[in-house]
């Protein structure tokens, strides 16, 4: 690692992350573990793991711990989904049932359940660009907000994504009716798993594969699948619950184990590779992927993406400029805060002032429902992964903490 004051960071600052999190979450075990990288003007800054990637097993967290990185699957998938758009094989404005004609008649909620539904006809057709920046108008079963929410998980869609096929997600959505008309609202949803259903059929190739090829190779993310290899099997963290998860209530104190890791379902293979939340990694390979995203699509010689499109992914789509708390329609969402918007795949701060929390108009992040989070900074040349393994992401405010410790050991800023 670099030295920090060569970067503008302080390192007496930057030592009040490990110092934070241990004291305030691993040693009371509110936290499992964590792991912090700190990426800026091209250099690694600060890495720093602590606690345990197995508790019943006693297993220290090694560097590189293998992390269900959850729902910081979506901008990997949003990534790949406008490498297509850049092809000219599909485009924003392109109508969903372009692509899935079993979608084409989708109606609106009006009232009644899976048993008879009564619709009414969108005052739109659902975009691609609908999908991107979650308003599609599907949502979520653990959203818990109506009568579309119980179909979802009556019908167990997408409530477990490791099971079931891509194909069979995507029928038994056309039988659900839509909770707003496309673009009218923010709702955290299935959409970007619908994205993996696309690419795939854009491409023409198994969407794990294109991932593969497309993104994991090039960038060197050596680490990243949708399946745990045997080989890798030793490296995967436990997966911790706190508090009462959707219906299931854990016990209190230190959190309950979620999923053993030597008994994983990621270790065997799935036929629903889900682009909302499927992805396993760890923190060199997602730092390698945001450090694209910062280069403007490109890192080491290799580019995914043009930076004109990458700008053009970062900036806030929410209609009218609105942020998040104008349009979210959502319980639960990996952003809760004002002076967010919405880009193509990720979360974009539009006001600094109103999110209460350093940061800069125009970085960009997402987290993932264990608590893992990153975000990008290009005014501060900044990047910050941040991995560790408790459900859900809502449990502590150690994503806003982290955000305020690291731009608290900045010495330089750009004006």
């Not at 308003?135 to 009568?147: D, E």
């Not at 993310?221 to 619950?241: E, I």
């Not at 390698?288 to 995914?304: I, P, S």
Request: with cysteine; net charge negative; charged share 20%.
């Amino acid at each position: 690692m670099t030295k920090p004051e060569s970067i503008g960071l302080s390192s007496e600052r930057l030592a009040k992350i490990e110092a934070f999190l241990d004291e305030r979450y691993v040693k009371p075990g509110k936290l499992p573990c964590a792991q912090v990288q700190v990426w800026r003007r091209g250099k690694l800054a600060y890495d720093v793991t602590l606690g345990l990637a197995d508790r019943e097993r006693n297993r220290a967290l090694e560097s590189d711990a293998l992390f269900r990185i959850y729902s910081m699957t979506k901008p990997i998938t949003s990534v790949a989904f406008m490498m297509l758009v850049e092809e000219g094989l599909v485009a924003l404005d392109d109508p969903v049932a372009k692509f899935i004609p079993e979608w084409a008649n989708l109606g609106v909620f009006a009232a009644g359940t899976d048993a008879g539904w009564a619709k009414t006809p969108p005052a739109r057709p659902m975009l691609m660009i609908d999908l991107l920046r979650h308003t599609s108008g599907l949502t979520y079963g653990f959203q818990m907000q109506g009568n579309v929410d119980a179909a979802y998980r009556k019908l167990k869609v997408a409530e477990d994504l490791r099971y079931g096929t891509l194909q069979e997600f995507i029928d038994k959505l056309a039988g659900i009716p839509l909770v707003f008309s496309p673009g009218d609202a923010w709702n955290y949803s299935v959409s970007t798993d619908v994205l993996g259903y696309l690419v795939e059929k854009i491409s023409g190739r198994p969407f794990p594969d294109f991932l593969e090829e497309r993104i994991f190779q090039p960038l060197g993310m050596v680490d990243t699948s949708f399946t745990v290899p045997a080989d890798k099997a030793h490296r995967l963290t436990a997966c911790y619950a706190a508090g009462v998860l959707g219906s299931k209530a854990v016990k209190p104190g230190l959190p309950s184990l979620q999923d053993d890791p030597e008994k994983s379902p990621y270790l065997t293979p799935t036929d629903f590779p889900s682009g909302g939340g499927g992805l396993v990694g760890t923190a060199a390979d997602y730092m390698r992927f945001a450090r694209m995203l910062l280069n403007g699509g490109e890192l080491d010689g290799v580019r995914l993406l043009g930076p004109k499109t990458l700008k053009l992914m970062t900036a806030n789509h929410l209609p009218d400029g609105k942020d998040l708390t104008q349009m979210s329609k959502s319980l639960f969402s990996e952003a809760t805060y004002a002076g967010v918007g919405f880009g193509l795949g990720f979360g974009v701060t539009v006001d600094p002032v109103k999110t209460m929390i350093p940061g800069s108009a125009g970085d960009f992040f997402w987290g993932g429902a264990a608590s893992t989070f990153f975000w990008v900074d290009p005014a501060e040349d900044l990047a910050v992964v941040f991995l560790t393994q408790l459900l859900p992401s809502s449990a502590y405010p150690v994503r806003r903490e982290l955000r305020t410790l690291v731009y608290s050991a900045l010495t330089e800023i750009a004006e």
